[in-house]
Every structure is written in C-alpha cells, then in structure tokens.
C-alpha cells in the first residue's frame, strides 16, 4: 500500500506564495507519476499539475506559468510552488500517486486547503 501526506497549505493574500509538499510511503515503483489536483466544493476534482518519474510535467492551464511541481525520487516527495496567487485559486490541494504497473490506481492524500484573500 501507499501513503501519502500533504504539508504546507493556509491563508494567503492574493499575489502571494505558498509551497505544497507531498511525502510518499509505503511501497513505491521506480516508474510512478505525482502530482496536484484540486477541488472546489461542489465541484469536480481537476488537475492541477503532474511530473513523472523521468521529470516530464504537465500543467493545466489556469495554473502555466504561477505554479511548478517539482520531485525528490529518492526522498519520495513532490512540491507544488505556487506563486502569484489568485482568488480562485483556493480550493482543498490533494496529492496524487500512480505508479507501474497498475497505472489506473489512484492514491491521494488527506488534501490541504489553500485559501486565498482578495
């Protein structure tokens, strides 16, 4: 099994900066992807960024060029910088784990709000 624990989340004011930290345990594959997603309530869970383990990303949209995921492999840890921050940025941040080979497994977290004041 695969635990994950998110650190790192609170009250911004908007144009701000918070870090995310995600740390992994339990059994790990070398070959795995991490990454954010994000949930406002009432609404779907949706990506936010992820990062594989050959440290390719992805980011949504609303998210290029504020946000970047970063990852310790040996350390099992990934990072969300998230700067520049905005209003509706603020929603429950859930790290996620898939890993080979059963790639349609999803972990998560416990999720941490990040809330951010205009």
């Known amino acids: 099994q695969v635990q994950l624990v998110e650190s790192g989340g609170g009250l911004v004011q908007a144009g701000g900066s918070l870090r995310l930290s995600c740390s992994a345990s339990g059994s790990i594959a070398r070959l795995n992807t991490r990454g954010w997603y994000r949930q406002i309530l009432g609404k779907q869970r949706e990506l936010v960024a992820t990062i594989t383990s050959g440290g390719v990303t992805n980011y949504s949209d609303s998210v290029k060029g504020r946000f970047t995921i970063s990852r310790d492999s040996a350390k099992n840890t990934v990072d969300l910088q998230m700067n520049n921050l905005k209003p509706e940025d603020t929603a429950v941040y859930y790290c996620?784990?898939?890993?080979?080979?059963?790639?349609?497994?999803?972990?998560w977290g416990q999720g941490t709000q990040v809330t951010v004041s205009s």
């Open positions: 996620n784990l898939r890993q080979a080979p059963a790639w349609s497994k999803d972990y």
